[in-house]
């Protein structure tokens, strides 16, 4: 299983990024598919989970109506827009699986690094 993210960069405070996670192996409407990320000096949290086959998403709250989680299941991807972003949203973002609950993903992708600056 593998899970490519890619799309991270640099950008000023109030611009966009759009991140993808090329899957492969993996079947992504079959799985809960989500966002994670960590800050430099805390630990990785959730950011976003979808659901594909459902449609169901689900959000924490610092990025409610800002970024938006979404699949394409014929591609097998996953991708998270970023909008409106803030320099606390510098992190690596990884792209997370899991068969059942996405809160804990079993498999992980390698990261991509974003940074907001101010």
């Known amino acids: 299983v593998q899970l490519q993210a890619s799309g991270g960069g640099l950008v000023q405070a109030g611009g966009s990024l759009r991140l993808s996670c090329a899957v492969s192996?993996?079947?992504?409407?079959?799985?809960?598919m989500g966002w994670f990320r960590q800050a430099p000096g805390k630990e990785r949290e959730f950011v976003a989970g979808?659901?594909?086959?459902?449609?169901?998403?689900s959000y924490v709250d610092s990025v409610k109506g800002r970024f938006t989680i979404s699949s394409d299941n014929a591609k097998n991807m996953v991708y998270l827009q970023m909008n409106s972003l803030k320099p606390e949203g510098t992190a690596v973002y990884y792209c997370?699986?899991?068969?059942?609950?996405?809160?804990?993903?079993?498999?992980w992708g390698q990261g991509t690094q974003v940074t907001v600056s101010s």
């Open positions: 979808i659901r594909p086959l459902l449609r169901i998403t």
């Open positions: 997370a699986a899991d068969s059942t609950n996405v809160a804990t993903p079993h498999y």
């Open positions: 192996v993996l079947t992504v409407s079959a799985y809960h």
